[in-house]
């Protein structure tokens, strides 16, 4: 498995070839993906090799934003299965891989441990205190996709995001929680006005 190799590659190919409409789903998101994940991973004691599969899952888990956004998630699998063996990746391997990168499909329904990281990584931000930051920047994109249209519009979908969402490592929960439920709050607020 030729890690550094592999995520050189697609990170490289996103920083290019990303729409720039998308504010959100940016090398920025793929890069703090990758890190949440390393330090959940890590603090959750997965081994080494776990740990490389778990990185480039994160690496690819948005690649598909490349060919579409809708479905984005099986479209980042087949670009997995298709630039993977060049590194030296087993088909069992890609396979653990593409079920880590469909644990980040909402809503999230992981099957085993690393899926369970990495969609826990994807949503890091919920629990953190540049969620406004990233929550502005998501808007803005799903603004640009005519997905929604007013800020109100958009803080009603969160309080339902939040209220429904959950995490699933010890890790997440510890870290994350108690600040994701003062975010919910924060915006249950603002509609109030």
């Known amino acids: 498995m030729q890690f550094e190799r592999a ?3 697609i990170l490289n190919k996103l920083s290019k070839e990303l729409s720039s409409h998308l504010s959100y789903h940016s090398i920025e998101h793929v890069k703090d993906v990758y890190s949440a994940a390393d330090k959940i991973g890590r603090l959750e004691n ?3 090799y776990d740990l490389k599969l778990l990185l480039t899952a994160a690496c690819y888990h948005d690649s598909g934003y490349l060919l579409k956004t809708k479905g984005h998630e099986e479209a980042s699998c087949g670009i997995a299965i298709e630039e993977l063996p060049r590194y030296n990746y087993t088909k069992s391997e890609i396979s653990r891989i593409c079920g880590m990168i469909m644990a980040t499909r909402l809503p999230q329904t992981p099957k085993n441990h690393l899926e369970e990281i990495i969609a826990d990584a994807d949503l890091d931000y919920l629990g953190r205190d540049d ?3 990233l929550s502005r920047k998501l808007f803005k994109e799903l603004e640009f ?3 929604v249209k007013k800020e109100d519009e958009w803080n009603e979908m969160q309080v339902r995001f939040l209220e429904e969402h959950h995490y ?3 890790t997440a929960i510890d870290l994350r ?3 994701k439920n003062e975010h919910l709050e924060k915006i249950k607020e603002k509609l109030k006005k």
């Open 168 to 170: 699933f490592t010890t």
């Open 131 to 133: 969620f406004f930051d």
């Open 145 to 147: 996709l005519g997905t």
């Open 46 to 48: 997965i081994s080494e």
């Open 7 to 9: 995520k050189d590659f």
């Open 177 to 179: 929680n108690a600040k």
